[in-house]
């Protein structure tokens, strides 16, 4: 069983950085992508950034692009989500996701709330 375990959210001002981690057991992820989804108040999840686990390669949403660096570590099992010059629209429950390669996110953690004041 997958289990993703994140941490690392908080308050902050307009400007400032956060680091997310997501916690990741119960598989070999060889084969997964990982990645970061938010949901602000009264609107839809929505995708922020990926990577494949086996070598490294990231995508970005292009509101968080040049902003957020999403990167992993093998060895502690953990998936970070850097997050710098943070804006009040960042605001928002953020939830770590894995998916098997060519599959949907399938796994998803309990979620961590940002909030960003202006």
């Known amino acids: 069983q997958v289990q993703l375990v994140e941490s690392g959210g908080g308050s902050v001002q307009a400007g400032g950085s956060l680091r997310l981690s997501c916690a990741a057991s119960?598989?070999?992820?060889?084969?997964?992508?990982m990645g970061w989804f938010r949901q602000a108040p009264g609107k839809e999840r929505e995708f922020v950034a990926r990577?494949?686990?086996?070598?490294?390669?990231?995508f970005y949403a292009d509101s968080v692009k040049d902003r957020f660096t999403i990167s992993r570590d093998k060895d502690k099992n953990t998936v970070y989500l850097q997050m710098n010059n943070l804006k009040p629209e960042d605001t928002a429950v953020y939830y770590c996701?894995?998916?098997?390669?060519?599959?949907?996110?399938?796994?998803w953690g309990q979620g961590t709330q940002v909030t960003v004041s202006s």
């Open positions: 996701v894995a998916a098997e390669r060519g599959g949907s996110w399938k796994y």
């Open positions: 119960g598989r070999t992820f060889s084969n997964y992508l």
């Open positions: 990577i494949s686990w086996s070598v490294g390669a990231t």
